[in-house]
């Protein structure tokens, strides 16, 4: 591929647009609600052993998932380095910027591991956890360190593709290993008796299996177009400084996250467990809903790259657009199951009749979500993670009174967990909103070339 920058095109019609966000963003969407999915299978396993049992892993991926969470930088910085080189036809440049993703990942996934076996009694003690729950809770977050590892490799390695605008790769390792967590995950719960902790190794075998695979592509491919495999430490210091606001964005979404469950666990066991299964559709929705960003992330960041903001900007209104149509879908799909959802999760009443309640406050608020997340995946292509850092501050500045307003309502049961969704779906998301929506309508995010 040409060194140099290409000069720009004529734009795609709007029916090529619609091709190219479609061949991203379909297979985005089957790899992407794979996690979820891993997330589903293993309350759905997990759930049938007790609430004390549900709850304990609820408190854990609450943990768990604020760490990986803040590394989501390795493919939000990765897949727009990689997507920009590629749109100004420097293919080295790319394939470089990948295998320094995956060595970022490596570094930090050892060391995040680490610290997170040596600190899971404290950090589940400032949680609230008590009795059966926290000892649950502990046994499920130390056995799912070593997987933490995998995880971040997996982000990289995704991030890698998706700037090469592959998305069709990621869909076949997630698919794999979505079935062999299910198989590893139901054997060691109930064939060899682990409890929790066998769902937490199942999942972490799983994800070591996906991780060296996505190593070995990278590694591949680095090799084929004459790509040092050792890394350069200056493009770890750039994949870092870009990743430094992102993980300040992510920050301010974990806390918001990790507030409500603060909440929610002096709401008692049932509430905690109820919104355990919420946070866990919510999560499985927001992946879907998030196929429509990562083909934002990869496009728009190869158009930048290109010079095209013609381009990006038409692209990002189809993509808006289809973001808020298919919030529409899910909130209807979501509304109609939400009586029956619990059931599929859970044979105790209190808990089925406290999602129920959340699931329709979750419905009303998707083509919020929709919205929100195409346009973060806008701007994260486009680069323009300070701002996303700064907004994200200020929409957690907006929902902690709101939190603190459930918690002091003395509202509980059902109730109290109605309004603590109220406060996370539509306040919250709405916040986000705003932020995202002021942004997109300037043109300060559009830096063309390649940085």
């Known amino acids: 591929m040409p060194a140099s920058a290409p000069t720009p095109t004529a734009l795609p019609s709007p029916a090529g647009r619609r091709r190219e966000i479609r061949r991203l963003a379909v297979p985005a969407f089957a790899a992407l609600i794979a996690e979820p999915l891993f997330l589903l299978a293993d309350a759905a396993i997990v759930g049938h052993l007790g609430v004390a049992q549900l709850a304990g892993v609820g408190l854990a991926s609450a943990v768990l998932h604020t760490a990986v969470g803040l590394m989501v930088f390795l493919a939000y910085s990765t897949t727009p380095a990689v997507a920009r080189a590629v749109g100004n036809g420097q293919l080295r440049k790319a394939l470089a910027a990948g295998r320094d993703g995956v060595w970022l990942a490596l570094l930090l996934g050892v060391a995040l591991a680490a610290a997170g076996f040596l600190a899971a009694d404290p950090l589940l003690d400032l949680m609230g956890a008590r009795g059966e729950v926290r000892m649950f809770a502990a ?78 592509m990278v590694q591949r491919n680095a090799r084929s177009h004459g790509v040092p495999l050792l890394p350069d430490w200056h493009g770890i210091r750039r994949l870092t400084k870009v990743g430094s606001w992102l993980m300040l964005r992510t920050l301010s979404l974990r806390i918001a996250i990790l507030a409500t469950v603060v909440v929610v666990t002096a709401q008692g066991p049932v509430n905690l467990a109820a919104h355990q299964l919420a946070m866990t559709i919510f999560t499985f929705l927001a992946f879907a809903l998030d196929a429509l960003a990562i083909a934002a992330q990869a496009l728009i960041g190869k158009e930048l790259g290109a010079s095209r903001p013609a381009a990006a900007r038409e692209l990002t209104a189809t993509m808006v657009h289809w973001g808020i149509g298919f919030g529409v879908l899910t909130g209807i799909l979501l509304a109609v199951a939400a009586p029956w959802a619990g059931s599929l999760f859970t044979s105790d009443a209190e808990v089925q009749g406290a999602l129920a309640l959340a699931l329709w406050v979750l419905a009303a608020g998707q083509p919020i979500a929709g919205y929100v997340f195409v346009l973060d995946g806008v701007l994260i292509g486009a680069g323009d993670a300070k701002y996303l850092a700064i907004a994200g501050v200020v929409n957690l500045a907006v929902y902690l009174p709101l939190l603190l307003a459930v918690r002091q309502s003395g509202v509980d049961g059902g109730a109290g967990l109605l309004w603590l969704w109220a406060a996370f779906s539509l306040g919250y998301m709405a916040a986000r909103a705003v932020t995202l929506g002021l942004r997109a309508r300037t043109d300060r995010w559009m830096v063309l070339g390649s940085h």
Do not use: E
Request: no cysteine; glycine share 10%; aromatic share 10%.
């Open 139 to 216: 046994d499920y977050l130390r056995w799912s360190m070593p997987g933490l590892v995998a995880m971040l490799l997996i982000f990289a390695g995704t991030g890698v593709l998706r700037g090469l605008q592959d998305t069709r790769t990621p869909l076949l390792v997630a698919a794999a290993g979505f079935t062999l967590n299910i198989v590893l995950n139901l054997f060691l719960v109930y064939g060899l008796q682990l409890s929790v902790a066998g769902s937490a190794i199942g999942t972490s075998i799983a994800q070591w299996a996906m991780a060296l695979v996505y190593v070995a």
